[in-house]
């Protein structure tokens, strides 16, 4: 099958032909229909965060299930899914407690044990399985526990984007901040997952949605998708800015950009009381500096992983509040390629025009 393999580091994605394996008993294959590119990708093409090569990368993804495992009862074959790079085993304490995004066996016990063939091969030799999915492929094998069944009325492009970018985003409002009706919300970064937490910041009733960002056409598309105010950061010092529009300070936070410097006026644009969330991967090696006072005035700087989801119970969700019409993805998907064109597509998400590129397999 076609798969945009990775490798070197850094580098850029080359198409090739692999082998994929057959389900095992937990596993099940799935004929992948799309899939986004979402900037985690880019950032382990960089280096900035290490990874194993040869890999297939791609962690944004839907499709349908083409085969399952004998052990496999919750999904059949001409099922929908969503997968997750979430995949949780179900039982560590982790799990157990609900935080099934935290799981701590995911790496040891949702992969091929040593001895068995790999999922992912190419002459033989193995290619790694980027985050329990490798989405960039015709085809996935997956561990049962990474992916979600959903209506088969949703599309399989705008269900991609939940897979990450769109949990990422909505799951950091309502489950990692729990952002409540009325309160006030400013997020840094309008790409796909900070336009996501604006979308979350409006259906969860927020007062103020800010929305903040250097390039002014996707200040334009988070007005569109609920911001009520925008902040041009090229023009304006936007912790200045938030104070001014909420009279000293806004009740949350999110970081969608994963930079020091925008991690720091996330915390340093809180009210007393209020929470600051990191979601954008800010490189290995980078500090985050805050004036230790401020924390007299209770203020939370905190971190979000794929949105703390608990997926199978959120996908679902968000599937329905796409397919009533209060989450727009059809607006967030700037583009359709083809997987020949996933360097392109990567060159373009730097110069930081596009919302969303989804590949169509
Ligand atoms: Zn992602
Ligand atoms: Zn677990």
Same mark, same amino acid.
């Given at each position: ?5 990775? =490798? ?9 032909? $692999? ?8 596993? !099940? ?51 929908? !899914? ?22 701590? =066996?995911?790496?040891?016990?949702? !992969? %091929? ?20 999915? #490798? ?52 997020? $840094?970064?309008?790409?796909? +997952? ?19 960002? &250097?390039?002014? #056409? ?24 938030? %104070? ?23 915390? =340093? ?9 990191? $979601? ?25 992983? &794929?949105?703390? =989801? ?28 083809? +997987? ?22």
């Amino acid at each position: 099958m076609k798969a945009a393999v990775l =490798n070197a580091i850094p580098g850029i994605l080359e198409i090739e032909d $692999i082998d994929i394996g057959e389900p095992g008993p937990r596993e !099940v294959l799935i004929r992948t229909v799309a899939a986004g590119l979402c900037h985690s990708d880019l950032h382990f093409m960089e280096g900035k965060y290490p990874y194993p090569c040869p890999a297939v990368l791609g962690h944004e993804s839907a499709g349908v299930v083409e085969a399952v495992g004998s052990m496999v009862h919750y999904v059949k074959p001409g099922d929908h !899914v969503i997968t997750c790079l979430s995949a949780f085993c179900g039982h560590c304490s982790q799990c157990t407690d609900g935080h099934l995004s935290r799981c701590e =066996n995911k790496n040891t016990e949702l !992969v %091929r044990q040593p001895g068995e063939a790999p999922r992912l091969s190419r002459g033989g030799e193995a290619v790694h399985q980027f985050l329990h999915l #490798s989405s960039y492929a015709e085809m996935m094998l997956v561990h049962e526990h990474a992916v979600v069944k959903i209506d088969k009325e949703m599309p399989l492009d705008r269900a991609a984007l939940i897979g990450c970018g769109v949990t990422t985003g909505m799951g950091a409002v309502f489950r990692t901040a729990k952002v409540a009706p009325g309160e006030t919300v400013a997020v $840094i970064g309008c790409g796909g +997952i900070g336009l996501s937490a604006v979308q979350g910041a409006r259906i969860a009733g927020a007062n103020k949605v800010i929305a903040i960002d &250097m390039v002014a #056409s996707k200040l334009d598309l988070a007005r569109s998708l609920g911001a009520t105010h925008l902040v041009n950061a090229s023009e304006t010092d936007p912790i200045e800015a938030v %104070r001014d529009l909420t009279g000293g300070g806004v009740n949350y936070s999110f970081e969608a950009v994963g930079l020091k410097q925008t991690a720091e006026q996330a915390f =340093n644009m809180l009210r007393s009381g209020g929470q600051a969330t990191i $979601i954008g991967m800010i490189p290995v090696g980078t500090k985050v500096e805050i004036h230790g006072p401020e924390l007299l005035s209770e203020k939370t700087l905190t971190g979000s992983n &794929m949105g703390s =989801n608990q997926f199978r119970t959120d996908m679902p969700r968000f599937v329905d509040m796409y397919l009533d019409g209060r989450l727009k993805l059809d607006e967030m998907v700037s583009k359709t390629i083809a +997987i020949e064109d996933i360097n392109a597509g990567f060159e373009e998400m730097k110069t930081g025009t596009v919302a969303r590129s989804v590949i169509a397999f």
